[in-house]
């Protein structure tokens, strides 16, 4: 997906033009993934731009953080100040919101303690991750070949930028075999999450999504998801799911903040069809929760003031 320049960048405290945000080539995250980082959306409302859950992104912020012995320079509070303050000087309704920490210029080796912890916010307006057709037709996925990194290899709970070659691997594995997305199974078989969504499953009328144990990343659109199946009345279970129940679901979606609810229409061959009832009904509640349509999870929404 192309970047749409704005104005500004916050780094390091202080907003700086947006072709001047650059760093040094010896920065230790570009030769060793040591950065942890997030994706925000930022929502048109009726109250103005409103980012989801902002506060719950910074505190798995805070946690990769932790997982990897960086403690960021800031606070939960002052990431989401400067969240505000960024959106605000590039005048924005709508945008993607990217913060990053990383270990910066100091030393070259694997041991990044004597590194600087950098940590920038980026925002720009972003479109629909996998394609404009995908939120309303679907899309086309294939299993990988490449199973997805284990809890004691690189812990999946963790936000962090090196673990991602993991699914660029997965990722353009797929869009190599004319996919649109991959899904990856765990060192187990089992289903683990897609290279950049958590993925849920409808079979007669139920609905599963594999538990974080399986290797899913905990998606902040999967536990939104959860709460606004429950108040459906149609409350998630965590399972394990084999590829058989993929290519024998009744109806498939993923979700992240970049893909926010997208129904799958295909995988491996296997038709799954156009989207169906239950997938609709959940798509169209989450988009009227982040639009502000839906004043139930009002505090869901951080108005940006
Ligand atoms: N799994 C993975 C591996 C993942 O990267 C994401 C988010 C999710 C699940 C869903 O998490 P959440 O956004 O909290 O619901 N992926 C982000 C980055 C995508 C990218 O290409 O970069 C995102 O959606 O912003």
Redesign the pocket.
């Known amino acids: 997906m192309p970047i749409q320049a704005v104005d500004v960048i916050w780094m390091n405290g202080e907003l700086v033009e947006w072709e001047k945000a650059t760093i040094h080539v010896l920065t230790h995250a570009l030769h060793y993934g040591t950065g942890v980082f ?3 959306r930022c929502y048109e409302t009726p109250k103005g731009p409103a980012v989801f859950r902002l506060q719950d ?1 910074m505190k ?1 912020l805070e946690n990769s953080g932790r997982i990897f012995m960086m403690e960021l320079p800031y606070t939960a509070d002052e990431l989401i100040a400067a969240t505000h303050e960024t959106i605000k000087a590039n005048g924005l309704q709508s945008c ?1 919101v990217r913060p990053i920490a990383f270990r910066g210029y100091g030393e070259i080796g694997v041991n990044p303690e004597a590194n600087p912890i950098d940590v920038a916010i980026a925002v720009w307006p972003w479109g629909a ?1 996998l394609g404009e057709d995908a939120l309303k037709d679907g899309v086309r996925m294939t299993i990988s070949s490449w199973r997805r990194h284990d809890p004691n290899i690189i812990p ?1 709970a963790a ?1 962090v930028t090196g673990a ?1 070659i993991n ?1 660029v691997a997965a990722k353009q594995e797929a869009i190599h075999k004319g996919f649109d997305e991959a899904i990856m199974l765990n060192t187990q078989g089992y289903v683990a ?6 993925i849920f499953v409808v079979k007669d009328g139920e609905i599963t999504t594999p538990g974080l144990s399986a290797g ?7 536990n939104s998801v959860m709460k606004l199946a429950a108040d459906l009345g149609n409350p998630v279970k965590e399972a394990m799911i084999s590829r058989s129940d993929l290519y024998t679901a009744d109806e498939m979606f993923c ?5 926010e609810v997208t129904p799958i229409r295909e995988i491996d061959g296997r038709i799954i069809g156009p989207p169906g009832p239950v997938t609709l009904e959940i798509q169209q509640k989450f988009f009227d929760v982040v639009k502000g349509v839906d004043e139930k999870y009002a505090h869901w929404l951080d108005i940006v003031s």
């Open positions: 997030e994706g925000i992104h798995r993607y991750y999946p936000k991602y699914s999450e897609a290279t950049g969504e958590n899913a990343l905990s998606g902040i659109t999967r979700c992240g903040t970049a893909a």
